[in-house]
């Protein structure tokens, strides 16, 4: 997961876990570089992040993602910007605020 508020990374991370999911974060665009090496299955992004947007960072790195499924999060429900997602590949779009339930499902769905 890649979000820079920490404690709603925390959040969704005890959340997946019960779901046994293997979750880590990062909280910046520069910090998920180093992580996304390892090529996780999923990628939870935040477009709106300290160092960049999450959707930038996307287009032009896309050889960390080749094997992640990526699902966009975002507090900007905009139909540009979840078109942008949609371009770069990502398998989903969730604008903030969202339900527990939508988490796990949409993620048990990408798995």
Same mark, same amino acid.
Request: a negative charge.
């Given at each position: 997961m890649i979000d820079d508020e920490k404690d709603f990374c925390e959040l969704i991370?005890?959340? #997946? #876990? $019960?779901? &046994? +999911?293997?979750?880590d974060c990062a909280f910046s665009l520069e910090e998920a570089e180093q992580k996304l090496r390892e090529n996780p299955q999923i990628v *939870? *992004?935040? &477009?709106? *992040?300290?160092d960049g947007s999450? #959707?930038? +960072? #996307?287009q032009m790195h896309p050889v960390p993602f080749? &094997?992640?499924? /990526?699902?966009?999060?975002?507090?900007?429900?905009?139909?540009? /910007? $979840?078109?942008?997602?949609? $371009?770069e590949g990502t398998v989903a779009f969730l604008s903030k605020p969202f339900s527990v339930q939508t988490i796990r499902d949409m993620v048990r769905q990408v798995a």
């Open positions: 991370k005890k959340i #997946l #876990l $019960r779901e &046994n +999911f293997l979750v *939870l *992004l935040d &477009n709106n *992040l300290p999450g #959707l930038d +960072f #996307l080749m &094997n992640s499924s /990526v699902i966009v999060i975002t507090a900007d429900p905009a139909e540009s /910007v $979840r078109e942008k997602a949609e $371009r």
